[in-house]
């Protein structure tokens, strides 16, 4: 046996205990405070999360966002989520004057079309008069020649009924004819 025999309760153990129990407890109130602040960073981390999620531009759809570095007129597709309010405006703006250009067109073709219309009609019915005077003219013209070949005709006939009377009186006899082929001469 040892002379000095040490006895788990004596004074000689106890301190180092102590100081041990003591170190143990600071250790775990450390390490909860630790537990704590992490689990409160995570939690301020999650909002954080949560409130760029709710009130960024991806779900809320902000327009702005797309707009690239490179200039105004160009997006970034990735980010694209519509028009801007002015370029809706001045896309509706744009719509409207080329309504009203395309209204304004019609109305000029229609009177366009109208005016040849018109023109055709008026071509038509000149055309239509144009024949009719021709027709009264060559009517006119055949009347003419009928009157014409009617008036020689009669002047044919007088001259035929005057030949018949005055010069044709003299009919030859059939010994005019016997004098003929008589002689070999």
Excluded: C
Aim: zero cysteines; proline letters at 3%.
């Amino acid at each position: 046996m040892h002379m000095f025999s040490e006895r788990p309760d004596s004074p000689i153990n106890r301190v180092p205990r102590q100081a041990n129990s003591e170190i143990n407890q600071a250790l775990a109130v450390e390490r909860r405070q630790t537990e704590e602040a992490q689990r409160q960073h995570e939690l301020e981390d999650n909002r954080a999360e949560i409130r760029n999620a709710l009130y960024g531009d991806f779900l809320t759809e902000t327009p702005y966002a797309a707009i690239s570095s490179l200039g105004s007129r160009r997006v970034q597709v990735d980010r694209y989520k519509g028009l801007l309010p002015e370029e809706r405006a001045r896309l509706k703006h744009e719509q409207l004057r080329q309504l009203e250009e395309d209204r304004r067109r019609q109305q000029l073709q229609r009177q366009e079309h109208e005016r040849w219309e018109q023109k055709t009609l008026a071509q038509a019915r000149l055309g239509v008069l144009k024949d009719r005077q021709q027709g009264r003219t060559e009517r006119q013209l055949r009347e003419q020649l009928a009157q014409e070949n009617q008036r020689l005709a009669m002047e044919q006939q007088k001259k035929r009924e005057m030949f018949d009377k005055h010069v044709y009186t003299n009919v030859p006899s059939e010994a005019f004819f016997s004098q003929f082929n008589t002689s070999t001469r």
